[in-house]
């Protein structure tokens, strides 16, 4: 018969081991360290010691997952190190990679998954993640915007930057949502394509839209997508495949002396008729003429500061932005049509968001006075002729202020409108129409190469100065300098 200890096992060992001699204690774990580093130790458990067997970590468990199947169906997965890339067969069947890339924007590391059938497949995969790696095109995580998803953002966030805003409002978006997102819009911004693009300046050409007008979306497509393969939205600029469209500017037949002097002869009798005089004299463009200010005018000094003035883009200030245009949408003429002389107005893309100066609730249209083009103010030498037109402007304003009385509004502009209000564009080109057809000489645009900011810098040029001083004085660039040597 068996008594049973009513002592526990544990305590009488507790017991034992704290009545027993060091000495013997510490000959015992010598003992044991001894037999478990023999040889025979070692081949109990395949490996050396200090080493795991092949058995352990053939088929170890990744990331916690439970291991389903033998170890010949799941394959070979070895214990990895920090950052290596992993390839097993999951619980659902498939098999699945996860490699390591860098990091995120946060700090955290950042591991892309790819998963497949077979494991070649996810092998390959694992592959070009780990081409695009090293070569440091991996795109930055999260889901690639589309054309138009990127367009707009283009516009808003990043354009803005290094663009004056009324030439992204006024020139870049309405290409955008007219031309570019109707056609390209809905394509994946990696997966766009030089075909893609080739289709796209060949329907624009087969629409009647001008060679300059196609260059233009070139290139603001192409500058689109040099901003995503910056921010590694995308892994190649496609605009950069593709041949530019060609467009040359037609020939230039500048103003001949009789035209401008029969022009200027004929200003001296209407109001503020020495704003041509300025205009045929120093090539100010219409904003930086419209946009001369009394007090950066030195009439004692024969100089001037220039800058421009310019309006600010209406903005819809509604909810509804479709609903609230719907009035003045472009519609599509009939074919043929019997209302345009020249060539028809574009008609409004479906979901036209645009019309916002007709809306009851706008924002924006403030006048606003900013840098010349090229962002830098200019200062410029005027005429002894041009200043004495000048101090009669200014006397003849002054009548026109006494007689306003509270009406007038100061704006410290040289050439404003009967209340001291800043002119509108539309209004001084038609003054300008206006005085040709008076005048009996053909209309040219004063703030193109053939008008009178050509006039002011087609002069000689010589070899050993570059750029022309006079085209610097306009504000122009090396591209303009260029163009009035070859004469276009």
Not at 115 to 134: C, F, P, Y
Not at 149 to 163: C, K, N, Q, S, V
Request: net charge positive.
């Amino acid at each position: 018969m068996t008594i049973q200890s009513s002592v526990p096992a544990g305590e009488d060992l507790d017991r034992q081991l704290a009545a027993a001699d060091p000495d013997v204690l510490r000959l015992m774990v010598k003992s044991i360290a001894e037999a478990l580093m023999s040889t025979e130790a070692g081949e109990a458990c395949g490996a050396p010691c200090g080493q795991v067997s092949s058995e352990r970590t053939a088929v170890s468990p990744v990331r916690g997952q439970r291991a389903t199947g033998s170890s010949a169906d799941r394959g070979e997965r070895l214990r990895r190190g920090n950052g290596e890339s992993s390839c097993y067969l999951g619980s659902d069947g498939r098999w699945h990679g996860r490699v390591s890339v860098g990091l995120k924007l946060d700090g955290s590391p950042d591991q892309r998954h790819v998963s497949g059938r077979d494991r070649d497949t996810v092998l390959e995969q694992i592959e070009k993640l780990h081409a695009l790696r090293d070569a440091g095109k991996v795109v930055v995580p999260g889901r690639v915007p589309t054309v138009a998803a990127w367009m707009r953002t283009w516009l808003d966030t990043i354009a803005p930057r290094t663009a004056q805003q009324n030439t992204v409002d006024e020139i870049y978006r309405p290409k955008v949502e007219r031309w570019i997102i109707p056609a390209l819009g809905r394509h994946r911004l990696d997966r766009l394509q030089p075909p893609h693009l080739d289709e796209f300046y060949t329907a624009c050409a087969k629409a009647d839209l001008s060679t300059r007008s196609v260059l233009l979306l070139h290139q603001i497509v192409s500058r689109a997508l040099k901003m995503a393969l910056r921010r590694e939205q995308v892994q190649r600029n496609v605009a950069t495949l593709v041949d530019a469209p060609r467009h040359r500017d037609a020939e230039v037949e500048p103003l001949r002396q009789a035209e401008a002097r029969a022009r200027l002869d004929l200003a001296r009798s209407i109001r503020n008729g020495a704003r041509w005089s300025v205009a045929l004299a120093l090539g100010l463009r219409q904003n930086e003429a419209l946009g001369m200010r009394r007090g950066c005018v030195d009439l004692e000094a024969g100089t001037v500061r220039v800058f421009q003035i310019k309006r600010l883009r209406y903005r819809h200030g509604c909810l509804d932005l479709a609903v609230c245009g719907a009035g003045h949408h472009v519609r599509a003429c009939k074919n043929p049509c019997m209302r345009h002389l020249s060539r028809c107005p574009k008609p409004c893309a479906r979901g036209c968001v645009l019309h916002a100066q007709f809306c009851p609730q706008r924002a924006g249209g403030e006048w606003v006075f900013k840098q010349p083009k090229g962002g830098k103010a200019r200062t410029l030498v005027i005429p002894q002729p041009l200043v004495l037109l000048l101090v009669e402007a200014r006397r003849l304003q002054e009548k026109e202020k006494a007689a306003a009385g509270d009406a007038w509004t100061e704006w410290d502009l040289c050439f404003p409108d009967g209340l001291g209000n800043p002119q509108e564009t539309r209004d001084d080109w038609a003054d300008w129409k206006r005085l040709c057809a008076q005048a009996g000489v053909r209309v040219v645009r004063l703030l193109s190469r053939s008008g009178a900011r050509f006039r002011c810098c087609h002069r000689p040029v010589s070899p050993d100065r570059s750029p022309n001083p006079p085209c610097r004085s306009l504000g122009n660039g090396l591209s303009t300098v260029s163009a009035v040597r070859r004469g276009s």
